[in-house]
């Protein structure tokens, strides 16, 4: 992969050693702040996200919605005392309101609240969290990904649609993990032999695979993200247990098929997105990130994508002028832009209320195993907390 | 049952001489040159790499083996050379930090090389799928074949320890460094020596374990840390102490996976015996060590190689 | 490098630099130092704590983020069990009233030193080591399996805790109440090593069979030590928790014990500020690193490696003499 192509800004360094505030006029651009993963192990979901919302910007040759914009791009290398720093620095200093980017959950915890206490707008653009969504929620923040259960709850959906009559569960011990399962434990209509847990970040899983070899399931809900999920399917596909599906929601993406090959042939994704839909949006962004970037982007880039575009609909419609945050607000809601997923629209508690396909795996003209959209699985989709919600 | 019971013991087997591989040069280094040695995870790490690169590039599974254990040996060769010579006298800390600090840069160097996203890595076919052992019990081929490996692995290490020059020379040297050395032996060149085989069998164990794994930077540290507490169980410089200690961790892993949530379930609530379970199963293996330690403040194999 | 200073005029300087610090940001127009400058100075506390262990007494600890993060999940879960029961006026008490949260933090964590220490004494050097990390490594897989308090994406604070009842969440506040804890446990670890106490660690540090035979319970004083700098860390930790408002089981890892080890040695062992000069040093090049490139890791491993290697003893001395 290499060194990316554009370096994300000297943050610290710069903003240490400049002196002086920055005055914001009408005219200098719009300053968003993008604080994101792009070191460590996570960092590739970052990555995709920034080089999308990038990609975005330069459509229109730095603006969005004809406005243009100051793309403040800072990697949090997935630590909250950084991302706090960082998020500091850019409210105080450059004066940011409106920020996006942030993936991982425990970055957002730490420093989405007090952005939403100094009265900026936070869009979510990863999995917005349990613990942000319904009584939880903030009139200035959103979500433009999905809301925290869904990717257990599309699963549970895919299962049903597939007449899957019973599986076993598997996920790490960790909030997420348990989470997601009981996300899917709700939605699933057949029943569950066993619920395996794991410890988190656990690379041998001989003993798990022995127990399901004994249960014989005829599929398994498996939420295990990364690293994790690739040895898991590796050393299933190596024990003697057929063709059974694998349930993964949005763990599993074509970088994942790709490099793990006919051992992810029985994964079923769900996502809201995949690189193969059909409409004009999606196969425009499709086209442009591959020839940009040379790769097939994942539903992070989309996500990346939309709430760029999103964000262009609403300086559109404030005139990129973001003082009026009740304004700026309104005009987020109104969701008036073209999203590659077709259907886009915010939910009560300001998450989306979109459909979601599944995804099943198959091996293309040169012999690599790519997922594919399988039809759609749940329809206008939104948080099941959403009318706990009161602004 | 019975199939499954003998399944999960292969697992405990395999797991345990898996780690062995990665265990024995690192009991020796530390035990013959008192050098703490966190960077051997990277040479795991490496080991793995190098394989995925080769193996694609070749189409080859066995030379990407042989690339692998030439590598690292040669890796292991030039760090003993130029860095870890001269932390023998520093204290552990130094070690400790300056080895610390090899792993970031081997993490970031290979991030650089390769990229963020795990990368592809086949098991050849002529070891892949299950064997077939009996009517109702089959086991994968290539977690036979690790098995097979381990237990030539361990014969092999045992010979050399107990009947060449060479090994005994670091079996002294490994458990009485000052006297070894007193007696004239070149103890730099063995020290290169064994620091150089060590780093191959750490390269030898990452390449095994790759096919069966995420090939990611970082993949070595986690497991670096299960390797000594491995080593601090048997003993440290003990071969033989790693070789046990190796076992009975994989035995106390497997066992706290399968044998604890099913026995808690049965008698406790739901939701109690989950948390239990996962509580005591993943710190399984430092209650092992702490209750070892208690017993032998050594670990169990100290001062015989 | 020359000793230009004693270590008092060291000191003296170190204490003004904390006090000027948010007036030098605000003139600057930097005010967000003054949240690094916080975080610097908390992680510094749980630095000089780490030093008690491993400067003064010369044990190699690779657990002292147990004690962080025992520290930090004590307060973070206080406050959320006070924060959903306004009505019982004792968890108000323990668990908004600063003043009785942070020593129960402290002393939590004091009380993991003393169970850790208790069996981790049994051996020294490598193993030590080995088993300080294991246990770590144990209480970190315990709070991340935890379901209730958050799990692997933690807990969230919903304000930051009082001081003898009056509101302490202002930044500016906040870092004057940090620093005020900081120059305490500078002072209070000078005093100590000049104490019997101290001394008998010192002692111990270069040869402990000798100060055995001297007649002193050599491990029950390392025992008290190690209690010492495990609530000195869970203090810490405490702080940290107020100041992020947010705790998550990352504070346990082993990598931040790494950090904090890294830390001590940069800033100087055995000496009383040492420990906060490693942590300035320390967050101020990481944070530089990152906002360069995203392989920072390589540029930081570099850097250490150099470090170990010149061996200049650590910032403290090159700054003044030994104290």
Known sequence: MGISAVKPHLAFLSAALAIGASVAHAQSPVKIGLITTLSTAGGALGQDMRDAFQLAAKEEGGKLGGVPVDLMVADDGLNPNTAKDIAERMLQHDGIRLFTGIIYTNVTLAIVPDLLRAGAVVIQNNTGPVELDGKNCNPNLFGSAWHGEAPGESAAAAANARNTKQLMTIVPNYTSGLEQRGAFKRGFKGQILDDILVKLNQTDYAAEISQIKLRRPEGIYMFLPGGMGISFMRQLHQADIGDIPMYAATTVSEQVTATVGEAARNVVGSAPWTPDLDNPASRKFVAEFREAYKRTPTVYAANGYDTAKLIGSALAATRGDISNIAAVRKAILAAKFDSVRGKFAFGASQYPVEDWYMTTVSKDASGTYVPHNAGKVLTAHGSPYADQCKF | ?????????????????????????????????????????????????????????????LIGIAAALLTTGIIGLLLELSLVRRLYRRGHLDQVLATFAVILIANGLTTWLFGRQPIQLDIPSYLSGPLRLTADLSYPKYRAFLIALGVAIAVLLHIVMGRTRVGMRVRAGSTHRELVRALGVDVRGLFALVFGLGSMLAGFAGALIAPLQAVEAGMGDQIVILAFVVIVIGGVGSVRGAFFASLMVGIVDTLGRVVLPFLLKSFTAPAVSTALSIGVSSTAVYLLMAAVLIVRPAGLFAGRA | MIRLIPSTVGLALVIAAIVLLPGVATALHQPFWISIGTRILIVGIAVISLDLVVGHAGLPSFGHAAFFGAGGFTAGILSVQAAADPSSALLQLIGSEAAVSWPLAAAVAGLFGLLFGALALRTRGVNFLMITLAFAQMLYFVFVSLPTYGGDEGVRLRQTQHLFGRDISDPLVFYYVVAAMLIGTILGMRMLMVSRFGRVLASCRQNERRTRFLGYRTDLYLLLAFALSAAGGGLAGALMANHLRYVSPQMMSWFQSGEFLIMNVLGGLASSYGGLLGAAAFIVLHETFLSFTEYWEVVLGIGLLVFVFANPGGLARLLADRR
């Open chain 2, 1 to 61: 049952m019975a199939a499954f019971a003998f399944e999960q013991s292969l697992n405990a087997i395999q797991l345990g001489l898996t780690l062995f591989l990665l265990t024995a040069g690192l009991t020796l280094t530390f035990g013959f040159m008192g050098v703490i040695n966190l960077a051997h995870g990277s040479v795991y790490m490496i080991g793995a790499y190098v394989l995925a690169a080769v193996s694609l590039r070749t189409g080859s599974f």
